[in-house]
């Protein structure tokens, strides 16, 4: 590489600097030009309680159906826009979509829940519940206690009383809250203590080993003990077994979400896969697990 003087490197990154900010601008160009050519679709991914043997809910995951690169994972495009306005148009949208999900849903079973991860940037906003309600009211046959938001425990860190406060409003319109990845947060007890949170999901990092590692199985089994102690719901994501969710139900964990159930798959698919879910494969491994 080129030795360069000063002034020089500075036209060159700063040349480069404007490359990045063209590129960055373009991309999130192109991921709202995606919401508006309609070509953002959820996928819906079944949550189900063990014990009950029942599907409780969905959880709405977002997928952008490209013309060319095909199905995007949210991975992929949301990191573009969180930090922009987009974020939240992207979020509306999805409420909306999911709420109309639901509503159609409702004739199959009423009980459903509809779970959907909402941004830090876009739930932080002022007019957050003020929106939320209206995207409510044109949903009048959904109950707004079907609805359940996730957020991530990384969503408080900016302020914690704002984002209380913001919970309280809309747990008051019935609306109940998980909080997501819970653990893999720098300050998961401190949230715990300080949000109104109804539910933790306990992260599939904790999950994904726990059959084999006895330090992720003790963790797992404290995150369970822990929501238990706050009066708090428990869900396990990342269940990629049957192994993993009979473990799960033993250590009082009912609720399970991943592949080992479903994967998420388009709202077309949903009730074929619920017709053919076979529940004999859940006891079967349940019985055949060995003593902790
Ligand atoms: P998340 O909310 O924690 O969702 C769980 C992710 O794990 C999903 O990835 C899901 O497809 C995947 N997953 C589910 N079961 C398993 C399993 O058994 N094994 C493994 N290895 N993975 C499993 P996905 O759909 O790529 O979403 C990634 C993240 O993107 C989500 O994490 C969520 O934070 C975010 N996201 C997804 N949809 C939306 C959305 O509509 N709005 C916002 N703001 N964020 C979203
Ligand atoms: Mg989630
Ligand atoms: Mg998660
Ligand atoms: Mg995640």
């Known amino acids: 590489q080129a030795k360069i003087t000063g002034r020089n490197r500075y036209h060159f ?15 999130r160009t192109e991921v709202r030009t995606a919401l508006l050519d309609g070509e953002l679709r959820l996928y819906y991914q079944p949550k189900l309680d063990m014990r009950k043997a029942r599907i409780v809910g969905m959880e709405a995951l977002l997928r952008w159906q490209h013309p060319l690169r095909g199905v995007v994972g949210p991975g992929d495009f949301l990191p573009i826009v969180e930090h922009s306005d987009v974020i939240v148009d992207i979020g509306e949208w999805v409420l909306r979509e999911a709420l109309r999900q639901l509503q159609d849903w409702r004739a199959f079973d009423a009980r459903w829940v509809i779970s959907v991860n909402i941004a830090a940037r876009h739930f932080q906003r002022a007019d957050f519940v003020e929106r939320l309600t209206a995207i409510l009211a044109e949903f009048p046959d959904v109950p707004p206690d079907m609805l359940e938001l996730e957020i991530l425990e990384s969503s408080a860190l900016s302020d914690i009383a704002h984002v209380r406060s913001i919970m309280l409003d809309c747990q008051a319109l019935g609306i109940s809250f998980a909080l997501d990845d ?19 999901k306990i992260d599939q990092s904790f999950v994904r080993n726990m059959l084999v590692d006895r330090d992720d199985l003790h963790l797992v089994s404290a995150v369970i003990g822990l929501a238990k102690s706050f009066g708090l719901g428990v869900i396990a994501e990342g269940v990629e077994t049957m192994e993993h969710g009979a473990m799960l139900m033993r250590l009082g964990c009912d609720l399970v979400q991943g592949y080992g159930i479903a994967r998420p798959m388009p709202a077309d698919e949903v009730l074929a896969w619920v017709a053919s879910f076979d529940t004999a494969a859940m006891w079967q491994a349940a019985a ?3 003593p902790i």
């Open 13 to 27: 990154f700063d040349a480069d600097l404007d490359e990045q900010v063209r590129t960055h601008h373009n991309r």
């Open 182 to 200: 819970f653990g893999t947060g720098y300050s998961s007890m401190s949230y715990l203590k300080r949000l109104p949170a109804d539910m933790l």
């Open 288 to 290: 055949q697990l060995p």
